[in-house]
């Protein structure tokens, strides 16, 4: 299997990969023709992989989100932008590096993105504090969203993140407050916002930069205001009945779809986006420059007016 890192419920596929990869070493060495043996077994692998990756469980696709090899922010910043220009700091504090945020653009069309960033490796992730944004990392990116709507750039957000950072200097700098001022000022911003997630989508940690006029996921992916751990902890007063929480929350795209969360799933290659980042950095800059071209031929006020209607809708009660 593509990659070095191999989730648990993915074990079954890696055996019988390694079953074909024994069987040509056994082939070579022994000077025999196995060719319909190892067809046979290649075609079983075929087929069992496309059953397995189209059939997981809400569980094993916020496994999947989490996968340490899958694209991150900047990944696909590189791959689906032709300039990008990244801008440091919230004229405050300091400068977050669990967000980047920049100018960028995608083909011909000028754009400022926002995104959570993780890193890779613990040298990595210490730096990017494991992708879970600081005060000012929200700030930061209010900062680039006000500089959008100044000068008419629409906003892209890349959401990828396990939360808002919950430290004690975080709290003291006023987290609450900043996402709470970025959901407002996202509410009314004039012009077009397009929220995708492409891994973790936790909690007001994510809400804090996901806002918008559309909500585009990626198939592995997740979102919901908190994680099937911490629901579990609380609801079953046990983690480990995580499996259970996801199915409860129902927190894939597909159930965010059915729901009129999310407005679009994008496909990801089999066995998830870590297997060909260029392929699916190519579905994404296709559906964002569909849904630009879609959003920008709506006059602002009515677009703040949709917005805003759209999460009147969301959700249900009875008085």
């Not at 000022?185 to 559309?214: F, K, N, Q, W, Y």
């Amino acid at each position: 299997m593509a990659g070095k890192y191999i989730l648990n419920f993915e074990k079954p596929l890696q055996e019988l990969e390694e079953k074909i990869e024994a069987t040509k070493r056994s082939a070579l060495e022994r000077g025999i023709d196995m060719t319909k043996e190892i067809q046979g077994l290649e075609a079983k692998l075929e087929k069992a992989s496309t059953d397995f990756y189209k059939s997981l469980s809400r569980w094993q696709r916020v496994q999947m989100a989490r996968h340490p090899e899958r694209p991150y922010t900047l990944d696909y910043i590189e791959r689906i932008t032709s300039s990008w220009f990244e801008m440091h700091g919230d004229r405050h504090f300091a400068d977050d590096k669990a967000v980047v945020a920049g100018l960028a653009e995608i083909d011909t069309e000028k754009v400022v993105i926002i995104g959570q960033q993780k890193g890779r490796g613990t040298r990595d992730n210490l730096f990017r504090n494991f992708g879970m944004p600081r005060p000012e990392g929200y700030r930061k990116a209010l900062r680039l969203m006000n500089l959008a709507a100044r000068f008419n750039r629409p906003v892209i957000s890349f959401i990828d993140t396990p939360g808002a950072y919950p430290g004690i200097g975080a709290e003291e700098r006023g987290q609450a407050e900043a996402i709470a001022r970025n959901l407002m000022i996202m509410s009314t911003l004039p012009v077009p916002i397009i929220i995708i997630v492409i891994g973790e989508g936790a909690s007001g940690g994510a809400l804090g930069m996901g806002v918008g006029d559309r909500l585009l996921m990626l198939e592995n992916t997740w979102f919901s205001v908190i994680s099937p751990e911490g629901c579990a902890s609380i609801l079953y007063r046990d983690a480990s009945k995580a499996e259970d929480a996801a199915d409860a929350m129902r927190v894939t795209p597909q159930d965010l779809v059915k729901m009129g969360v999310c407005d679009r799933a994008l496909p990801e290659p089999l066995g998830g986006a870590h297997r060909d980042p260029d392929a699916v950095a190519t579905t994404v800059k296709s559906a964002l420059l569909e849904t630009l071209a879609e959003l920008k031929a709506i006059p602002p006020d009515e677009l703040v007016a949709a917005r805003v209607s759209r999460y009147e809708r969301l959700g249900q009660w009875q008085e």
